[in-house]
Each structure stands twice: as structure tokens, then as C-alpha cells.
């Protein structure tokens, strides 16, 4: 009786479907649900599926439950509430048309971990990682390292491969040093089930991390985002117009000179093989990051294919842009990664053709670096035209700076990494979130702190509108300043802490002292962890420990120049010297020079400052040398200071 009535109800709900829907569904959880998982404790759980639409489901964990109706799309929701923390439970949902489960569901604290390499730096990478791997692994701790990919637009389910797993040697290894020291740390305090979630990438820009939404009040980003959006629809229109977006950026610089049209007025012949510009020989582009023109012209014979071809020019570091004929045909990101590119009919001719690269670097070996077999046109009847050898190429001056970013580029794009490794996760909550990044963006440090802001709304508007951010102030690295000058890392390690400052519900986890001057990814990552473990204590406390000791006032009285540190539990010290290092004025002229200072208390006093004095600095430099150093140990944070 039973099963004829459920086939009826079956069959009138099927006929009522609406298109897609061609019959009744099970219920499904959406792809952010899954075996393993750790679900955040003392918050609402917002859980979403699939199922029949009209149906009603059941949804459970443990002891709890919530019920839901999928609407005309066939999707539902419901919130279960707030738990406690659990262990082993199971998942499910459940309706006439059957039930979908996940299991072995943890409840405790959740952190997300993001950030660009000295967060995706792994433990196996750390120090003493023997011991480190040797164990024991808590079986309260969970760990689901998320694959790197981009999108244009946003993902509805993590890239293949991202899994929930237990901590355990092999899993542990491999995952981001600094997120799980800090996991380890807080499961053993709490004594908590915690999941850890790895959604970082070496060389990124905050940029690829922030929604289009968050970005898009910003007229910089505008012209951008609308390139984006068009990519994600059909790419051929959006490189055509990132490449004019290109050529007129060329042409506010050097507006009587187009290489990809006129061929290069200073062209020097590579020597020997494709390789590394900077092994050329050539001093000009021994020590040079940034721009040069790569070129080759080869000859076609009268009854050659001109129809479509493919290009191929080998691997190159790292943003390639490339003319053919003069018409723009692509652009590609990669350290060292080989480039193909398609040419449309009627690009290549009967005769000379010229092939025209720009190639930008930021780090390390630069520019196409082969191997020279592996450049080549093949034509559409299937003729290869090698194309090594010959090859010239020309320096672009620093001073012209750097091309528009390719927005839909992988980790120096728009909101890619956000599509694909961000955005899928929305919909859960989350204890906090831990950023360490800023190397990629030291070159624009002044913008950095807007950046932030943006990036802490997205997360807060999709984990938790209260969600706690921990920053990781940038390390020193680099050559230590012989006089008072500029910084890019001071700069943006300054717009961490304005950042952190005007944010309660955010801390700056000081990294200075930890780091390595000759290694911008220090192997040291427990000490970094420790230190967040104790801002993270700190949030919401009142503890100038939750900012770094970021000082409270400055003023000026004649030719002195006062200070104030925050209370603190203990005594400020200067280890070292009787007195603090590494301050410095700056006047309104723009001339900076060191300056000595005095430490009473938690008052700081510059005497006798230069005429004009506008700003203090603190602890300045890529690698700076300071010892101002409060009460448990860590140094207080590098600031720039203007006065009133």
C-alpha cells in the first residue's frame, strides 16, 4: 500500500518538474559538505543541498535537527543550531526520495589559512621537520589542504582533491607549516576538535584573493573586472581588449615608439641559446627586473598555409605578452611554463613576419628561457617552422614601471583565487582566519591597507561577520638600510599594523625576529605560530599584545618629539644597548636621516629633531636593525608616525 502511494507521489511530482528536474532526486548535500569535516562550534550551521523541488527534507547531526523544502530550483537549506563540541558525528539528510550522509563529523574550532608562500611553506620544509613529523598527531585535528586553481568566475565546489583527512605524517607533511603549528597549539590548549584549511599560494597578490563585489568600488579595478567578467563568457573578445588596455598603456610612456609595429630600434642579438636574461652577459640586464622586448622575423614562401597556426615559444618567466604581425595574440603567467599560443587565420603572410614578446619578471631568472627546440610554428597543413636562433631582444627602462595586470592571471589577477579556492567554502563559519601575504604587493605597500579592508569584509561577510583576523606582519628581508631612506616592506608592514589598529577584531602577529635577511622564506615557522597563538588570546581583551604594541600618541613640543607605548603587563627594554635603535625623522623636504632616542617607562623622546621634522619612523628597513622589545619578548611593531 505503502509503495504505491510513494510511486504516485513520485510520479505527480515528476510530472510538476520544472525543466532539468526529469525526475525525483534523492537529496544531496552541496559540495562544501563532506566525510571528515570540522563544522564550527557555538555558531548557527547553515547546511544547503539538492533534492526533488517541493520535497521536503529532514536534516540531522547528532542530536539535532532542522527541517527545509527544496524550492523550484531544486535547492534547500536549514539551520541546525549552535553545538557544542562533538566528535564522530553523522550528517544526513533525508526524504521520501532517500537520504544522503556524511560522516565521522567533528565539532570545534575552524581556522581558514591563506595567504601567498611563507603560508603555503610546508612542515616538511620547517625547522626540525623529523621531529616535527615524528608524531603523535592528535586524532581531534583535521586538515583539508585545498588544490591551487583560478576562475574567472566563481566555483560552486573546491578544485578536485581538496578532502577532509586526519592529521597523520603523510597528511601533516606536505600542509602549510605555519596553519597547522598554530592548529596544534590551539587544539592542545582547548583540548577542542580543530579543522585546519590550507587555501594558500606562493607569489600571490591579496588582489586574486578578494571577491569582485569587495574590488569593484574602486575605479582602478574597474576596467579590469569588466575584462574578467567578459573572460568568464568568452575569452577571444577579453584578450583583445586586455591587449589595446596594453598597447595604451605603452602608449602613455613612449607614445612615438610601438615595437610590435615598427620592430625594435635597439635590438641586440641573444647569444647563444634561450635562457635567463640576466646570463647573457650583457650588465645592463645582469641585476635587471622588469620589462624586455623579445623579436624574431621569419620568412614564409609564396604557397605557404596561412590558415590558422599554432606557436609555440618555449617556457618563459613569468608574464609574456605576444604581438604577431602586429596584432596582439595573448598573454600568459608561469615561472618557466611553456607558452602556445593559437593564431588566428590570416595573421601569418607569405614573406617576413615578425613575432614580438614583451616578458615582465619580478623575481629570479627572467625572460624566454627555451629550450630552443621547443620554439616553432606549425601551419595548418601540418609544416613546422623552427624558430630558434636569431632572436634579439631589448631592455625597457625600469622607470616605465609595469603593464596592466592580466586580470583573469593566476596569482597576480582579479579575484581568481577567491573563485576557486574561497568562494566554495561560503556558507560555513569559522572560529578565525589567518592571513600571512604581502611580499607580491610591497611594490604598491601605500594601497595595501584598503586591500585589507576589503579582504576582511569579504571573509566576514561569508564565515562570520564578527570573524577575528590574524595578520602576519611581513619578516625582514633583504639588505639592511646603510641610511635613512624608503621601504617597500616597512611600507606595507606599516599598513598591516594601520590596518590591525583601526580593526578590533583583527591582530597583527609581529614576524621580525623570526625571519632570515637572506631568505625570504624563513624555515622558522613555529616561533611565528606562537606568537599568533598569543594574539589570538589577546582579541578582543583590550591587550596592546592584539596590535604589537602599536603606540598610542605622539606630539611635539619645541624640538622634542614624544612617544607613547601602550600599557603593558611588564617593563619595555632596549636588550643590547642602554637605549632604543632604529628610530628615524623624516621632514617635509622628503630627507630622512637616524636619530637617537631615550626610553623611560613607555615613553619614547626624540631631542633636537631637524627643522621640518613631519614623521617618525620606527624600526624601518627591508632587514631593520631595532631592539625596542616588550615584556614578553617580542619586538614592537615598525611604525611611521606623522604629527599632529
Not at 611580499?439 to 569579504?458: F, I, Q, V
Not at 641610511?483 to 597583527?508: C, I, M, P, T, Y
Not at 624640538?559 to 642602554?578: D, F, M, S, V
Not at 632616542?597 to 621634522?613: A, C, E, F, H, Y
Request: overall charge negative; proline content about 8%; hydrophobic content about 40%.
Amino acid at each position: 500500500m505503502f509503495g504505491s502511494a510513494r510511486a504516485l507521489f513520485i510520479s505527480g511530482m515528476a510530472a510538476a518538474l520544472p525543466l532539468g528536474f526529469a525526475s525525483a532526486q534523492a537529496p544531496d548535500f552541496a559540495p562544501r559538505f563532506a566525510d571528515r569535516m570540522v563544522l564550527q562550534q557555538g555558531a548557527p550551521i547553515t547546511v544547503t543541498g539538492t533534492a526533488t523541488p517541493g520535497s521536503a527534507v529532514e536534516v540531522s547531526l547528532g542530536e539535532a535537527s532542522a527541517s527545509a523544502t527544496a524550492d523550484s530550483t531544486g535547492t534547500w537549506q536549514a539551520v541546525l543550531p549552535p553545538q557544542s563540541p562533538a566528535r564522530g558525528l553523522t550528517l544526513s539528510a533525508t526524504s521520501i526520495e532517500g537520504a544522503a550522509t556524511r560522516s565521522d563529523i567533528h565539532i570545534g574550532d575552524v581556522f581558514l589559512c591563506s595567504g601567498q608562500s611563507n603560508m603555503e611553506y610546508p612542515v616538511n620544509r620547517a625547522l626540525n621537520p623529523d621531529i616535527e613529523l615524528a608524531g603523535p598527531f592528535s586524532a581531534d585535528l583535521r586538515l583539508l589542504k585545498v588544490p591551487q586553481k583560478s576562475s574567472p568566475a566563481p566555483e560552486p565546489a573546491l578544485p578536485d582533491g581538496a578532502v577532509w583527512q586526519a592529521a597523520g605524517r603523510d597528511t601533516v607533511s606536505g600542509f602549510s607549516a605555519i596553519c597547522y603549528f598554530f592548529g596544534r597549539s590551539h587544539q592542545a590548549r582547548t583540548g577542542h576538535p580543530v579543522g585546519l584549511i590550507d587555501s594558500s599560494w606562493g607569489g600571490s597578490r591579496i588582489e586574486a584573493w578578494i571577491s569582485p563585489a569587495s574590488l569593484a568600488s574602486d575605479p582602478k579595478f574597474t576596467d579590469g573586472l569588466a575584462l574578467l567578467k567578459q573572460y568568464a563568457l568568452d575569452p577571444a573578445p577579453a584578450i583583445g581588449g586586455y591587449g589595446a588596455n596594453w598597447e595604451k598603456w605603452w602608449a602613455s610612456i613612449s607614445p612615438n615608439y610601438a615595437p610590435w609595429v615598427t620592430g625594435l630600434a635597439a635590438a641586440k642579438r641573444i647569444p647563444g641559446e634561450m635562457r635567463d636574461w640576466k646570463t647573457y652577459g650583457d650588465p645592463e640586464l645582469e641585476n635587471h627586473f622588469g620589462l624586455v622586448w623579445f623579436e624574431r622575423t621569419f620568412t614564409l614562401p609564396a604557397n605557404a598555409a596561412t590558415g590558422s597556426a599554432t606557436l609555440s615559444l618555449g617556457a618563459m618567466d613569468e608574464i609574456d605578452s605576444v604581438w604577431v604581425n602586429g596584432a596582439f595574440i595573448g598573454t600568459t603567467f608561469g615561472w618557466g611554463t611553456p607558452r602556445t599560443y593559437a593564431l588566428p587565420a590570416g595573421i601569418l603572410k607569405p614573406g617576413e613576419n615578425r613575432i614580438t614578446v614583451n616578458v615582465h619578471n619580478g623575481w629570479g631568472a627572467g625572460g624566454m628561457t627555451g629550450p630552443d627546440a621547443a620554439l616553432n610554428a606549425i601551419l595548418e597543413d601540418g609544416t613546422l617552422i623552427p624558430l630558434w636562433g636569431s632572436w634579439s631582444y631589448e631592455k625597457v627602462p625600469t622607470s616605465f614601471g609595469t603593464p596592466p595586470v592580466t586580470p583573469w592571471s593566476s596569482v597576480s589577477g582579479l579575484s581568481g583565487m577567491h573563485h576557486a579556492m574561497i568562494a566554495p567554502l561560503a556558507g560555513l563559519k569559522f572560529a578565525g582566519a589567518l592571513w600571512y601575504q604581502g611580499e607580491s604587493n610591497t611594490g604598491e605597500a601605500e594601497k595595501y591597507k584598503d586591500l585589507l579592508d576589503r579582504l576582511a569584509a569579504d571573509l566576514r561577510g561569508q564565515f562570520g561577520a564578527g570573524l577575528p583576523v590574524l595578520v602576519f606582519q611581513l619578516p625582514e628581508f633583504g639588505a639592511k638600510l646603510e641610511k635613512a631612506g624608503n621601504s617597500g616592506w616597512s611600507s606595507l608592514r606599516d599598513a598591516q599594523r594601520r590596518f590591525v589598529e583601526g580593526d578590533v577584531r583583527s591582530g597583527l602577529v609581529a614576524v621580525l625576529g623570526a625571519g632570515d635577511e637572506w631568505d625570504i622564506h624563513p624555515p622558522n615557522k613555529q616561533e611565528p605560530a606562537r606568537r599568533a597563538a598569543a594574539v589570538w588570546d589577546a582579541i578582543g581583551t583590550g591587550s596592546p599584545v592584539r596590535t604589537g604594541y602599536s603606540p598610542e600618541t605622539i606630539s611635539k613640543k619645541g624640538r622634542t618629539i614624544r612617544i607613547t607605548l601602550p600599557e603593558a603587563t611588564g617593563p619595555y627594554t632596549t636588550p643590547g644597548t642602554n637605549q632604543p635603535v632604529g628610530f628615524a625623522v623624516c621632514t617635509t623636504a622628503g630627507s630622512c636621516s637616524f636619530h637617537t632616542s631615550t626610553l623611560s617607562g613607555r615613553t619614547i623622546d626624540l631631542k633636537k629633531v631637524p627643522k621640518g621634522t613631519s614623521t617618525v619612523r620606527y624600526c624601518w628597513g627591508d632587514t631593520p636593525v631595532c631592539n625596542l622589545t616588550a615584556a614578553d619578548g617580542t619586538l614592537v611593531t615598525p611604525f611611521e608616525l606623522r604629527l599632529p
